[in-house]
């Protein structure tokens, strides 16, 4: 039986498009079961219906241990095996780590532990690299800290903007988020 998937989205949705497509092609093993997120008007969600998949939102109030409570029981009624952040730009709290710590991964646009946080492409293009990057990686309590799965290095190029290095760097993100989890699905990785 296929593994359950919950993917988490705040805004375009195109690792969750990655994710739908690879799929629908048969390229990925595990199953889609839902979309969450903490924002309604998030393009991803808008990917996930017309993919006929459920939905939720639960967006960030004043209280966020009530929200971290609540997301996890939004998750939770969809019974994933794996929970994947996707292009979701809110730190999950000690209840969703509590139940899915371990069962759980993101990716980033960088090669961590290098430029953690939301702003990853633009402070490799400040730093000067010549090399950046992107990792998926277990979620833990810290910012992008979590045990690294995957990474695979993207060259910066000479002139590069922000915008076009990021797709670059979505491009690789996108298929590494596909083997990731089909190594999850098949028992390689725990």
Do not use: C
């Not at 705040?10 to 799929?23: C, K, V, W």
């Not at 690299?129 to 000479?158: H, S």
């Amino acid at each position: 039986m296929a593994k359950r998937v919950v993917v988490l989205v705040s805004g375009a949705g195109t690792l969750l498009q990655a994710l739908l497509d690879a799929g629908r092609e048969g390229r990925l093993g595990p199953e889609i079961v839902a979309v969450g997120s903490d924002r309604p008007d998030a393009q991803g969600l808008t990917r996930a219906r017309a993919a006929n998949l459920p939905v939720f939102v639960r967006e960030v109030g004043a209280d966020r241990a009530a929200w971290d409570a609540a997301f996890t029981q939004d998750i939770a009624a969809h019974s994933p095996d794996i929970v994947v952040s996707a292009g979701f730009m809110k730190l999950l709290g000690p209840v969703f780590l509590a139940r899915y710590a371990g069962r759980a991964v993101n990716s980033h646009p960088a090669l961590l532990p290098s430029f953690p946080g939301a702003h990853a492409v633009r402070d490799a293009l400040a730093a000067g690299v010549k090399v950046t990057g992107a990792t998926v990686f277990a979620i833990d309590a810290g910012v992008d800290t979590g045990p690294i799965l995957a990474q695979e290095p993207v060259r910066v190029e000479p002139g590069d903007t922000e915008e076009a290095l990021h797709e670059r760097i979505k491009a690789v993100e996108r298929r590494m988020l596909v083997d990731v989890l089909n190594r999850l699905e098949t028992g390689e990785w725990t």
